[in-house]
């Protein structure tokens, strides 16, 4: 039982990361732009000949 005092605050800790890591990725613009990463999958870069 006395290892929930080590597992609990690390939990809690890594939720808090992901939590601030998500945020950034919010406000550097991540999601800005998702139809055209979507639509990018469908155009063929390939050369012919390659």
């Given at each position: 039982?006395?290892?929930?005092?080590?597992?609990?605050?690390?939990?809690?800790?890594?939720?808090?990361?992901?939590?601030?890591?998500?945020?950034?990725?919010?406000?550097?613009?991540?999601?800005?732009d998702?139809?055209?990463?979507?639509?990018?999958?469908?155009?063929?870069?390939?050369?012919?000949?390659?």
């Open positions: 039982m006395t290892v929930l005092i080590y597992l609990v605050p690390i939990a809690l800790g890594l939720g808090l990361i992901g939590l601030l890591t998500f945020l950034w990725s919010l406000r550097s613009g991540q999601y800005d998702l139809e055209g990463a979507a639509s990018r999958v469908l155009w063929d870069d390939d050369v012919a000949g390659s």
